[in-house]
């Protein structure tokens, strides 16, 4: 039974032990609802809690040791030559599980690699048949206990809040250490970064080359690593989207939340909104086929040299990408504005376009700054557009017809393929990944100070 139906069981059992504890209930009650002490769907939701998440954190037990246990067992059978030598031994694990997958044909290996992965593929299958033995039998003790308590003096609707309580508590608890493990990871592999290259130099230094060196007259022996060049195109492109994306975005919203009709803005609206689900590589193909060719053959006639790859052709559709995020999250601010507002100023003798400017805009200031700030993140995230449209060279220019690249396609471009962990090559992607976090930390810190700022002026 695979995981997909061994869940449809426990939730059909959910299911079905909610129903029966709220009848059991009502029984219990007489048919009366003022003789119990909760509604009776609390009396079904506290059945069906006891019978789901025993069943679950049972499975999440499982998971997380079943692997590490079952491996145990396996190395334990195999000839001290394959264990006593740590690479032959991941080889060897390989072949065993590709062996126990049903892939192993075409491999060349020792009779008892063989048996090692008919092995695995035996215990594997036991091992599911145990869970689901254990996990229904756990998940039918925890609907029969409950159930067994139901009274109409049972206080279900407390013990329901305490536990859904917990479970909230235990969401965000995973939340932050999720948070946590992401920033000391990338803390961790970035302080061995800059233990082998100097802070200094990769803050501020103005070349970036981080490949090894052949010859002696290559930028340096061990690479260069100022990301210099990476900011500088990372906030070149950023700027292009954002000249893009912000007016077109907030002119857009305030005219299908002021100056629309209801029937085009139930049109125009979801149109728009179509962008925002339009993969990226799509727009990274229509950036590459359609707008960098229009920018260098119309460049040419006006005599200027448009590169085939440049900022200025990945920032236009960048920027076009951007704009539900900017038009519909602006819209729904301004829509939140208190109405009486608006009739204060018509009541002053304000037109349309005056309340827009001094009431409306102002009012829904802080959501349109989280608004741009979302945009921005989204912009500095951007890998595929930048790819195929702007290219890979780290070139330091503040000229959008060039070809330039950013700081997340150099770090998917130093982290594809087999990677050796301890070079400053492959280490520098953690650094930059810190970089971003710092400066996406450092917009979120400045959107709460505006959004508090105007909240006291405005609440």
């Known amino acids: ?41 609390h009396y079904g939701t506290y059945v069906a809690l006891w019978c789901g998440l025993p069943a679950l954190l049972l499975l999440l037990v499982w998971y997380m040791f079943q692997g590490s246990i079952i491996e145990a067992m396996i190395i334990s059978d195999l000839p001290a030559e394959i264990t006593g030598d740590t690479g032959q031994l991941s080889l060897a694990l390989n072949s065993i599980s590709l062996i126990a997958a049903g892939n192993g044909q075409h491999l060349t290996v020792s009779p008892e690699v063989v048996e090692a992965g008919q092995r695995l593929s035996n215990l594997q299958s036991i091992a599911n048949g145990a869970l689901v033995v254990v996990m229904l039998s ?36 995973i939340a932050i250490l999720s948070t946590v493990g992401i920033v000391f990871s990338l803390l961790f592999e970035a302080l061995h970064f800059f233990s082998k290259i100097n802070p200094f130099e990769f803050l501020f230094g103005l070349e970036w080359s981080p490949q090894t060196a052949i010859r002696a007259d290559q930028v340096a022996s061990e690479g260069a690593f100022g990301a210099i060049p990476l900011f500088v195109g990372t906030l070149l492109i950023t700027i292009i989207a954002m000249c893009v994306a912000v007016p077109v975005g907030l002119f857009s919203a305030i005219y299908m939340g002021e100056y629309a009709s209801s029937k085009f803005r139930a049109i125009a609206k979801p149109a728009l909104e179509i962008l925002a689900g339009v993969p990226t590589v799509v727009y990274g193909f229509f950036a590459a086929l359609t707008v960098a060719p229009f920018l260098r053959n119309n460049g040419a006639v006006l005599g200027l040299d448009v590169s085939s790859e440049s900022a200025l052709a990945a920032g236009l559709v960048m920027g076009v990408m951007i704009i539900p995020f900017v038009s ?31 009431v409306i805009f102002p009012a829904a200031l802080p959501g349109i700054v989280g608004a741009v700030l979302l945009a921005v993140s989204r912009a500095i995230g951007e890998t595929m557009i930048v790819v195929m449209a702007a290219g890979l060279a780290a070139n330091m220019t503040a000229n959008p ?21 301890d070079s400053a090559k492959t280490l520098s992607a953690f650094a930059l990944g810190l970089v971003l976090f710092l400066v996406t930390l450092g917009l979120n810190v400045f959107a709460l100070k505006v959004v508090q700022k105007y909240r006291e002026k405005y609440d």
């Open 138 to 173: 756990v998940a039918m003790v925890g609907t029969t206990l409950s159930f067994r308590k139901i009274d109409p003096e049972l206080r279900a609707r407390n013990n329901v809040e305490r536990i859904a309580r917990a479970m909230m508590i235990a969401c965000s608890a």
């Open 328 to 358: 519909s999250l602006s819209d729904d601010v301004m829509s939140q504005v208190p109405k009486s507002l608006r009739d204060g100023s018509y009541g002053l003798g304000a037109t349309k376009s005056e309340t827009i400017r001094h």
């Open 401 to 421: 017809l060039q070809a330039v690249t950013t700081v997340t396609v150099q770090i998917v471009t130093l982290l594809v393929g087999d990677q050796e962990f």
């Open 1 to 41: 039974m695979s995981l997909s139906f061994l869940l449809l069981a426990v939730a059909a059992l959910c299911a079905l032990s909610f129903y029966f504890g709220r009848q059991r209930a009502v029984a219990l009650s007489g048919g009366r609802h003022s003789n119990l002490h909760s509604l009776p769907a």
